[in-house]
């Protein structure tokens, strides 16, 4: 992609003095649009040392209102970062929607830099383009603008910026021997950046090459693309909210006056994988409490060995209502040290939070390396809850399977162990549970008016359940189900599981 810039391109100062102004004009009026649309952006400059990527950003943020844009320089990780997969630091600070984000240096991390000391084998550069294009694609997919840019310029245009910049004494601090080094490995270099050029140019994420040499020629091109993409994204977003509004005009049937509408349902195949599930399982008394007090020593003593050799864990419980996730997670954590794991209860969204990413809600509680976040239902919402309400579109929750198993992957990758319970009960068991609960003065509150239509869509969900299982139990983040109808079983059962994928785990690492 570089060789074919052509960095003698150039502006007059006049033409430049013409063009630019009216680009700021227009930039502010778009830069209200997506406000007003509600539509998150994404711009981030990547480019060699001293090709101008903070002057850049600083006329754009001078021709914006700050109030709606943020600044990020992530080039550093820091100590907290790095007990985080890669891609955690990126996802914690994606806008939220009508809001701009601007990134000076990128998840590109050390791929787009000019540093030689930090070399990555082939196998884990394509893992991480993978990684990045997967992370693109969630983020264009769910309504994010994402523009890319790359400033090039030549070695000798470097060094003369370099030796300009020494010797000014406001600026010779910006030019370290690093940066030096860097110059004298151009070439060497260069072929790296046309590599990840190359793999991560996609449909989604297209780089933008600014041909940097000439500043004015640079300014215009970076205004002129970051304008035409907002423009192209208020027109996509124009045309899907008027297809939605047919869509749901052709669709809407009032129903005849005394008629009531059929209840939707959908008919649960026998080769379902939750009709195989044998719910008979059960443990006497005495067997249960002699389990359970070995196997919560046993958790206690490998939270402790988690956190010596730094393993990030990830358990999640998902469950039909009454299952028992919540005292399942009771007995789970009753023996460990509560500065070593958090209970993450996901509820549903508030503003905050609907405001951005689905997915960035989780990511933001993924735990550090050596915790355990314990998740209280989870990002499988999307698949269930969300999927059977009509909160989501039935595009996102199809392609919310990539999404989630792309983002389980990459916490995988960075060597988290990832637990994953499906409680199940059968229909009798939850109608008994919610009869004791309301008769229950110290459980009452647990029941309320959603459970109960929820049960009337038993057919709907486990459906979607049994779709869930088939499409996201992988490899490296299996699902376990966990036959619910006795509470004593399902949480020796959980014990059980989180023992062994945690001892396979800590002999791995």
């Not at 002057?55 to 943020?70: E, H, V, W």
Request: include cysteine; hydrophobic fraction near 35%.
């Amino acid at each position: 992609m570089l060789e074919k810039a052509d960095l003698s391109r150039k502006i007059s100062k006049t033409d430049y003095r013409t063009l630019f102004p009216e680009l700021e004009t227009r930039l502010g009026i778009v830069q209200r649009a997506i406000k007003e649309n509600r539509i998150p952006v994404i711009i981030l400059f990547e480019g060699w040392g001293a090709a101008g990527k903070g002057t850049m950003i600083n006329k754009l943020s001078l021709a914006m209102d700050p109030r709606g844009f943020q600044v990020y320089s992530p080039a550093t990780r820091t100590e907290d970062d790095q007990f985080r997969p890669y891609l955690w630091r990126f996802w914690s600070k994606i806008p939220a929607v009508g809001r701009i984000a601007i990134f000076d240096r990128s998840w590109y991390g050390q791929m787009a830099t000019d540093d030689t000391k930090h070399k990555t084998s082939a196998r884990k550069q394509w893992q991480l383009f993978e990684s990045i294009n997967a992370f693109e694609q969630t983020l264009v997919e769910g309504g994010y603008s994402l523009i890319k840019f790359f400033l090039h310029i030549s070695r000798k245009e470097q060094q003369k910026r370099f030796r300009k910049q020494e010797n000014n004494p406001a600026t010779d601090w910006k030019v370290t021997k690093a940066d030096w080094q860097a110059n004298r490995h151009y070439k060497t270099i260069l072929e790296s950046i046309e590599h990840m050029l190359a793999h991560t140019e996609t449909e989604f994420g297209p780089w933008t090459i600014v041909e940097a040499h000439d500043w004015r020629y640079a300014s215009i091109k970076i205004f002129t693309t970051i304008i035409e993409q907002l423009d192209r994204a208020l027109r996509n977003k124009a045309d899907a909210d008027n297809l939605k509004n047919h869509i749901t005009s052709q669709h809407r049937i009032e129903p005849k006056p005394g008629s009531t509408r059929k209840k939707k349902t959908v008919p649960v195949l026998s080769s379902s994988i939750l009709a195989r599930v044998d719910l008979s399982h059960s443990l006497e008394r005495p067997e249960y409490e002699e389990s359970l007090e070995k196997y919560q020593d046993r958790v206690r003593e490998l939270e402790f060995e988690v956190y010596r050799k730094r393993v990030p864990v990830v358990i999640v419980y998902e469950g039909y209502d009454a299952a028992g996730k919540g005292g399942n997670i009771r007995r789970l954590v009753q023996g460990m040290d509560p500065r070593g794991y958090d209970v993450v209860p996901i509820g549903a969204p508030n503003d905050i939070e609907k405001a951005h990413h689905y997915l960035w809600r989780f990511w933001k509680e993924f735990p550090k390396a050596g915790h355990i976040a314990i998740f209280d239902r989870s990002w499988y919402g999307r698949v269930m809850v969300e999927r059977i309400e009509g909160f989501c579109s039935e595009q996102e929750w199809k392609r919310a399977y990539r999404e989630i198993n792309d983002m389980e992957k990459q916490w995988t990758s960075f060597g988290t162990v990832i637990i994953k319970f499906w409680l199940h009960i059968d229909q009798d068991e939850q109608l008994k549970r919610f009869k004791e609960r309301e008769l229950d003065v110290n459980k009452k509150w647990k029941i309320t008016e959603e459970d109960w239509r929820n049960r009337e869509k038993w057919d709907l969900y486990t459906a979607a359940v049994d779709e869930m299982l088939q499409r996201t139990s992988t490899a490296y983040a299996p699902w376990t189900i966990i036959e619910s109808n006795s509470k004593w079983y399902a949480r020796i059962k959980a014990l059980k599981t989180v023992i062994t994928a945690l001892e396979k785990a800590l002999g791995r690492s």
